[in-house]
């Protein structure tokens, strides 16, 4: 069973950056994807990550900003966040899915994801 532990989270001013990280004892892990929900607001997918190759995928929101990476020898995948900006305030959670999708189109359906970790918070003070 997968067990998931975030960290990185903090309050910084807008502009600054901040590195989420993700780690834990997994098993057979297709795609790990970083999501956020700001108060009031649906959770949204930020970025995502298949466990092997080269392929990653950022939020349209994100895109230039924030990095996506991993460390399989770690088990850890990094969220740098550059740039940020006050309505980038929220949880960040990261999850794991299990199932080996083609289409890259999947990594942003929270539905396939079977394991989320607990969230940290990122505040983005103006």
């Known amino acids: 069973q997968a067990q998931l532990e975030e960290a990185g989270g903090g309050l910084v001013q807008a502009g600054g950056s901040l590195r989420l990280s993700c780690s834990g004892r997994t098993g057979s892990v297709y795609t790990v994807g970083w999501f956020r929900q700001a108060p009031g607001k649906e959770r949204e997918f930020v970025a995502a990550?298949?466990?092997?190759?080269?392929?990653?995928y950022h939020a349209d929101s994100v895109k230039g900003r924030f990095t996506i990476s991993r460390d399989n020898a770690e088990s850890t995948v990094y969220l740098q966040m550059n740039g940020l900006k006050p309505e980038d305030t929220a949880v960040y959670y990261c999850?794991?899915?299990?199932?080996?999708?083609?289409?890259?189109?999947?990594?942003?359906?929270?539905?396939?994801?079977?394991?989320w970790g607990q969230g940290t918070q990122v505040t983005v003070s103006s």
């Open positions: 990550i298949k466990w092997t190759g080269n392929n990653a």
């Open positions: 999850a794991l899915d299990l199932v080996e999708r083609v289409l890259g189109v999947y990594v942003r359906v929270q539905d396939n994801y079977a394991y």
